[in-house]
């Protein structure tokens, strides 16, 4: 729903504002903000699915707020590590 997307996007924007911020307190070297802005973002947006997911693609993938429950929360969850995990994984093998 449109009201979702807001809220999804205003969560989202201040959590990756404030990454972009912990930069310099941490002081890890990211000139482009890419953990602050694609990370952080990308697995707020991804996990705020579960909650804000209203079933009109997906009849049955509602969110915890339109009467799904935990489970696309969890389904989301489970998402963010499996990325995370493979992108890990991947990222140290080019590295070798």
């Excluded at 307190?25 to 996990?47: A, E, P, R, W």
């Excluded at 993938?61 to 489970?78: C, E, M, N, S, T």
Aim: net charge negative.
């Amino acid at each position: 729903s449109p009201l979702g997307a807001i809220a999804v996007g205003a969560i989202a924007g201040v959590l990756c504002a404030m990454a972009v911020g912990l930069k310099y307190k941490f002081g890890y070297d990211d000139s482009l903000d890419v953990v602050g802005v694609h990370l952080v973002g990308g697995v707020i947006g991804s996990i705020l699915v579960g909650f804000f997911a209203t079933g009109g693609v997906q009849s049955d993938a509602k969110g915890l707020f339109y009467g799904g429950g935990v489970d696309q929360l969890g389904k989301q969850v489970v998402g963010v590590v499996a990325v995370l995990a493979y992108s890990l994984v991947v990222s140290g093998l080019i590295a070798l």
